[in-house]
């Protein structure tokens, strides 16, 4: 599954990253890294506002989650809205967000979403999941 998320709009949904903190995208991101290293059948690209130099972020991404930051005077919903109209396959993408324009984007191309609220608590419970000492 493709997972396609609105960066900005999770981070304030997960307990311990801030948007204020300079860093946290590269948090979310490690999480993400983190998320997806667990199935090769998970995939994500994550888009961020006001990231210069903006586009794809060889640095960041691996071959399981794609970073993209946004270029000056567009915006990470717009992005993602128009990623979700050129989806040829939409059957096989989730958009995470909790931004209504999107989902309702998502929804005239009958493609799956998820409140970033429930990301976030599925993204805690695999930690848990993972930090958890087996008998």
Request: hydrophobic share 40%; net charge positive; glycine share 4%.
């Amino acid at each position: 599954m493709h997972y396609l998320i609105d960066g900005h709009n999770l981070i304030p949904k997960l307990p311990d990253i801030d948007l204020s903190d300079p860093d946290d995208e590269i948090h979310l991101v490690l999480k993400l890294r983190q998320w997806t290293a667990v199935s090769p059948k998970r995939v994500v690209t994550v888009y961020f506002d006001g990231g210069l130099p903006g586009g794809h972020n060889v640095n960041l991404s691996n071959a399981q989650v794609k970073v993209i930051f946004v270029t000056a005077g567009k915006t990470a919903d717009s992005l993602l809205i128009a990623r979700i109209n050129r989806v040829t396959n939409p059957p096989e993408f989730v958009v995470v967000t909790s931004d209504q324009a999107i989902i309702n984007a998502a929804d005239k191309r009958q493609m799956k979403h998820m409140r970033s609220e429930k990301f976030a608590m599925r993204l805690s419970a695999d930690r848990a999941e993972r930090t958890q000492p087996h008998p």
